[in-house]
């Protein structure tokens, strides 16, 4: 049984927790929130106490810990953990600085405890089969991804200010599944993005419709395109081509009911809510983070996965304002 | 080359006329119609000429007739081309009484001429594509056939009151379908009816919907249903269910454009004319009935096809009135 | 907090136990099943106690019974508890009997209590959505509806023995859907059936493939067709024809993923097992009963509805023996 | 009536000749080749005279030429038809030289005849409803194009090796697709591409993957791939996102035939043959050409659109060779 303590109560807290609850191998035993009301809520629905931040860092009945607290408080939270020896799932983006995640990759590396980073697709049961598929040779040696991935609508003004800016906050998703994809790292990223849904985004120097081409070493291509808008729901496809075939990845109707009238025959939206769409994957993310915490498998996505999105990321924002390509550098 | 006397220059007329133009090895050399317009505007436009019906049957430079006369022509112009050993095409139902169909049978038979009875949707690209698949053993033993026609819009009362009445005007076809598909004669039925769609057609004594059931001495079913209205197109769909799986023919629809909304997503309608759905069929039988003709090929589908959908409409007719199945007779 | 009996910790017994757990409003606190290790297993995982039939029946701790015990013990358990005045869910078949269903109804109606039919595709979300859909009109009225239902595989021939025959087993969840979708009462029935799929099905007295032909008293037509096997899944379609359009409810696929290569286009087959297919459908009939049972809504399906299904299973064994059509009573 | 001299009897003078001969307005009256037996085939299968290129630009009885002799006498051809005051169809590239296409621009212009490009996607039914949606509003303000274009196999390292590369070749069709779908001039374009297929398509110094990334003045986006090589057939597809939606618009399939087994659903691949999956368009689009060369309509593309097209492919194949973007001159 594996006791968890979970750090930050919000709502990728909560969807985490709702995992943990559905698993027979973890429970949550000490939760802790900036916010009181939050972590006492959290502590009346699993049962876990309410404890401040160091207090689970050095708790001798916490074998591990989820990060789901604000980005800029992931970084102490890391260090305080890997310390204590404690196994680690930090949620995306593990730090806004490269810098910053590099020195967490040392410190877990020193101490050897298991770290996993939140990328939930990776664990979505359309895509983990799609690359299954892929790497059972179905379609011979890659050649052409394309993902697209398009928000039902912008979030607040206010989020996009302090979110790091659609590459770090939306499209590192896609950096990360790009990879997962692929197998091979990419050596070359070049970005264009503009501000075609809201002009407020572009105010606050942000896009909201962008597009990636990225190329390996081997010469493999791979595209992504992100829009924070889709009136038909959340749009999340992957399709990759290989030398024998093509595999790609639908999105997830509300239902499969089709109407046919004299307008032709309609099928219903994409489903419209990310935790709708990805519920089967954050469950079995949390039951591969329990796997790894307990020392029965690797953990992966791992923090070197956290470090290569962020370059990318970073890699696009910049080649986004210059308007030129830019090398990534090998990991 | 095979020279045609086309007798009747209607609708249906002109489709085959159109066909026979785009093959390189058939030509009509002489047209025939009650209507003395529609005559000379097929000669005018096929370059053959107008000549009297009997003047086509004993005619020394026409080597085959297509006969798309009015229903109760045909039987006199079957028996006058058989007389003069001219191969036949002949429009379904081949004759409203199955006695006269017998008849026409044995006089074919005596003088050994090539026979083909107008059931298109045999030769649509898709149906018969799931036919061959069936043959090659795709699916298995087949078990269980299911059918569904239905028009977009219900004839005028007018044609309704001179139709036969559905089962023989509209579902004959797919009772040559089912023969087609089952590849096992059906040894009893059962039908039912209503009028829903317009009161006026039951008020003509017939129905503009209706179901049937159908079995085979091996225990095969097949299920047919039908309507005079579709609001989404002509539907016209086949799912044959083998001991290895399923294969089914969709519609049609009139692009390959699909549109995404708030509303979901939307593809076209289904193509809503018979003569655009079934192009390619109409050509495609023009092509096997001048193959046959010209003695390259069996007469496919054949008099005794067109005798047993007959069989088949009549008994669907008693049963819908009776209330109870009927047993086929062996053909 | 509704306190909930569960009669029989089988399989049914298990995904009822787990949909509970799943609510907040309901806990079972009492189990009783004729294998002790079964009902042991149960209280284990549930946190109940193991008691026999009678003490939960009568126990003052206890508002309402799970009927999930086979079909035979159904009636006494129903008399039992509706005699304690307990809310009853019992699975379907209520009774072999139509006669002992008569009774049931009697005695729940006389005491009052809610008594729900554990007809589960009704609460499947994509059916409940397209029957939301005819009642809200999309497609105008109701004129023809087919409902295709298709196991993977036949059960063993031990369970098709005792099990009153595909059209009580197997397609009283059809006969059901078909009410439930149409919304008028049958009226008249035909029904065929074989042995295609196994002999020894056929040596056992039953048919292993099926179809009907349900009308209502304004003419309206159902066809429902059923086979004990499908190689590409758990097979479980309606369509819905109207005045106005056509609803549909496809199956639903193992992922969203695509495969394109030489041989065309593949998507993955329906999902096999009938609690996968039927998940979200048990939960949200529990959901349902645990509401009926608090007060706060109708019994829906109730014991009429148990009772129509097995009027009709009962005319479909008989109509498939004797070859003909048979008339159903008024409810 | 139109007469036509047609100039170039390969296989693509071929489709148009059976286009023409399939329209009641215009008939070929003259045809040249280079080869002589190629010449003399279709005069005979068309009743037309066989000429030299020179005698059908000076004839009297010759309104409007088909270009469709090798690109590099489009050149001569066009001056010279432009002085002779004939209407111009030419196809694609109208010259590999930017300069000569805007010497031929203004003899065009000076002479004021009609000139129409050979992009024939345009007239595809389904490209073609799609961008009337587009016009129509249907989704709004056009955000992010996608197209994908994959040829089933690559062409042989001779064709290869005077094709002018991919850009020019292949993908100049989407450079032309992607100004008719944005309805916005691209003013720079990211290009790459590898040649992942064939290493000897390499050694020829060319690509067979590439993708592009093209932006507009108001920040619109359009991304392209082209593959030499798609198992499944000729993969043709567009994918537009506007404000309010998405508009796409996918392959046509060999047949409706769908086959369900233990593998899951399998279609038909997409049609592998370009004849094929554009016969509809190039029947269209010698329609359009007879409507402008009559003087009934626009030419539409017409030679701006081929200058456009090139200078695109021009500016894509220096991107790919130098990795840096490449900003696109105004029209």
Redesign the interface.
Known sequence: MLRLGLLGCGRIGQVHARSIKALDDARIVAVADAMPAAAAAMAASTGAEVRDVDAILSAPDVDAVIIGTPTDSHFDQIMGAAKAGKAIFCEKPIDMSVDNIRACMDAVAAVGVPFMAGFNRRFD??FA??RA?IRAG??G?V??V?I?S?DPAPPPISYIERSGGLFRDMMIHDFDMARFLMGEEFI?L?A?G????DPEIGRAGDVD???V?L?TA????C?I?N?R????GY?QRVEV?G???????????????????????????AQHFFLERYEAAYLAEMRGFVAAATGGAEADPNILDGLQAQIMADAASDSRQT???VDLPAP
Chains 1, 2, 3, 4 share one sequence.
């Not at 503009?194 to 849904?197: A, G, K, P, Q």
């Not at 081997?218 to 291509?221: A, E, K, L």
Request: hydrophobic fraction near 35%; glycine fraction near 6%; proline fraction near 4%.
């Open positions: 049961p359309n089969t799609l598929r179905d379609i040696a050649e052409l394309t697209t398009r070359r070049h264009v503009s501000s075609l849904v419709t962008a597009a081409i190329t081997s010469g493999r291509i595209q395109s829009s808008r889709a009136a038909y749009d081509h030398a024998n075939g093509m595999l790609r990845a639908e999105n997830q109707l509300e239902s499969t009911v089709e109407i046919a009238t004299e307008a032709g025959f309609r099928r219903d939206p308007g030129q390509p």
